[in-house]
């Protein structure tokens, strides 16, 4: 059984090839297994049957090195034969009809091709842009989604736990399938740049999708919290606010919430992910003609800390205050810190599309 099982992934893979230890010419898929000139004749065994191509509709999407080590299976059902992890040339087929189990998975690489089947219950996606679920969570950049079957033609991928958040059921919601990928993402923005910061004075805290609307989950932390205020309207405040998995947008008790930031820092600063990077408000990369000189603000206190050489693409969100906040790689601002340029300086710089390096 082993050997039709190596000839059947190498055939399905790699084309004309010798496997070592098995003594037979590998033929193309689907054609038959023919024993070699030099090996002794015996009674044929059977030839494997060659993977299916997908006959249902199926969302691709691609990548190199996936949240996990995935399983490669001859059937939706059966046994792991082997793991992959990466880097490879990767392609997950998920199913958008029918048996949501039949995932398909095809890697290429160092001259090698295999596909099969693979478990679904451990593939992880993450979203190439915000997407709202559930009304109130934007999961993060960095958050791996797990995949739970399809809804009206597309993947229907899932929040995982939030320590921060009480939930009365996993937040689930269909996504595109454009708009997934097998990798983590760079940052995305998720705030308007106009909205102020707040203070969240109270925990548990109810929120709702509505102003006028029940709870829908429950915001736990220990006050003071900081958070950003989206607005006000019949003694209730819209408010944005950093959990372990997703940022939470949604409608409080206003008497919970006071304007300002709090000692506990602006929202994203104790995050682990880049999406913290969504203060700022939509990032924009630029080049300028002229080094500029960057300041830092801290505390009281206004200093030159350093400067951004001319012709360097970077990244800065808009302006605000007259300062443009500059956003630096591994750099992450404390307890309210700002690194800025002054608005005025930027006269002579241009918005780029490539990314920052």
């Known amino acids: ?21 098995v003594e037979a010419d590998v033929p193309r898929r ?28 199926v969302c691709r999407v691609l990548g190199e090195r996936p949240w996990e080590n995935l399983p490669l299976r001859l059937s939706p059902e059966g046994p792991d034969g082997f793991e992959l992890g990466g880097p490879f040339e990767l392609e997950i087929a ?36 915000p997407v709202m679920f559930g009304r109130i969570a934007v999961p993060y950049a960095s958050t791996a989604l797990s995949f739970e079957g ?39 923005d998720g705030f308007p740049p106009d909205a102020s910061f707040a203070t969240i004075v109270r925990f548990p805290l109810p929120l709702a999708a509505d102003v006028g609307g029940g709870p829908v989950a429950t915001l736990r932390g220990q006050p003071p919290r900081a958070a950003l205020l989206l607005e006000r309207a019949d003694g209730r405040t819209r408010i944005g606010w950093h959990g372990d998995v997703a940022t939470y947008i949604g409608w409080v008790d206003g ?15 104790s995050h682990r992910t880049k999406f913290a990077r969504a203060i700022l408000g939509p990032l924009r990369a630029r080049r300028c003609d002229e080094t500029l000189p960057v300041v830092a603000k801290v505390g009281g206190e206004t200093l030159p800390v350093g400067e951004i050489t001319a012709g360097t693409v970077w990244r800065g969100g808009p302006p605000r205050d007259e300062l443009v906040d500059v956003s630096v790689r591994f750099l992450r601002p404390l307890d309210g810190a700002r690194l800025v340029v002054e608005q005025a300086r930027l006269s002579r710089c241009e918005e780029v599309d490539e990314p920052a390096p």
């Open 94 to 129: 998920l199913p958008l009809d029918g048996d949501p189990t039949r995932v398909l998975l095809a890697a290429r690489g160092d001259g090698v091709e295999l596909q099969g089947f693979t478990d679904p219950k451990r593939v992880r996606l993450f979203v190439r842009e």
């Open 150 to 188: 399809h809804r009206g033609g597309d993947p229907v991928v899932a929040l995982p736990a939030d320590s921060a958040v009480d939930l009365p059921a996993p937040l689930e919601q269909p996504v595109p399938c454009p708009m997934l990928a097998l990798e983590s993402q760079i940052s995305h």
């Open 30 to 57: 689907g054609s038959e297994v023919m024993p070699s000139s030099t090996a002794p004749r015996a009674a044929a065994e059977p030839s494997p049957e060659a993977l299916p191509s997908p006959t249902w509709p």
């Open 255 to 269: 008497t919970a919430v006071q304007a300002g930031t709090s000692p506990a820092g602006i929202p994203g600063t």
């Open 1 to 21: 059984m082993k050997r039709v099982v190596a000839v059947g992934l190498l055939a399905i893979g790699c084309g004309p090839s010798q496997a070592g230890p």
